[in-house]
């Protein structure tokens, strides 16, 4: 897996206890800190609200493949893409026959 440095900011109170219960874990700050992400990335994409938000982004092209079937499973996401397409296909028809 590839990693990616990322700066950002955390209240100076998180700091101390990230700090602490490093030490207490034997783990470094990074690492606790990835390991917290992990589990709250994995219980928010496990509601079902966030997985409909997750596929509006996708619906609407904010979205890649990749990274949707990454959240809502490789199942899922194919059924998503297969009604995108006949989505779009009926878009497309409804455009040629207002042409006509």
Request: glycine fraction near 2%; charge should be negative; charged fraction near 35%.
């Amino acid at each position: 897996m590839s990693t990616r440095k990322v700066n950002f900011r955390l209240p100076e109170e998180l700091v101390t206890h990230a700090d602490i219960a490093a030490e207490v874990t034997h783990k470094n700050r990074t690492e606790l800190l990835i390991e917290a992400l992990r589990e709250y990335l994995k219980q928010i994409e496990s509601e079902e609200s966030f997985q409909e938000a997750v596929v509006e982004l996708y619906l609407t092209d904010e979205l890649d493949f990749e990274t949707l079937r990454d959240i809502i499973g490789r199942q899922d996401a194919e059924a998503v893409r297969t009604s995108k397409q006949l989505l779009d296909e009926g878009d497309d028809l409804a455009d040629k026959l207002a042409d006509l």
